[in-house]
Nanobody
């Protein structure tokens, strides 16, 4: 079962995007969820996580700019990204936290242009 992220695109510096990721109920209801990203020639990193109960944590690089949330009724996790900068350019993925190999989807590309 792959988790498919959506909502990426091309945006200018300072712009905003909202990513979405829908999961099956069996995955969503029993797992903490995370948003990950992989920039060109860099390792994949966890940028935001949210527990089943709604507690959030962020990487220092996105703290104050990104907001992760989850809609339990829709089995969907979101990533609101504000004040985007060039360093945020990456493919973004959602997965459980900790991640599971079989859940990696193709991700959604976010490109921030100067």
């Amino acid at each position: 079962v792959q988790l498919q992220a959506s909502g990426g695109g091309l945006v200018q510096i300072g712009g905003t995007l909202r990513l979405s990721c829908a999961a099956s109920r069996s995955i969503f209801w029993f797992n903490d969820m995370g948003w990950y990203r992989q920039a060109p020639e860099k390792q994949r990193e966890l940028v935001a996580r949210i527990t089943i109960g709604g507690t959030t944590k962020y990487a220092d690089s996105v703290k104050g700019r990104f907001t992760i949330s989850r809609d339990n009724a829709k089995n969907t996790v979101y990533l609101q990204m504000n004040s985007l900068n060039v360093e945020d350019t990456a493919v973004y993925y959602c997965n459980t936290d900790p991640s599971r190999i079989g859940y990696w989807g193709q991700g959604t590309l976010v490109t921030v242009s100067s």
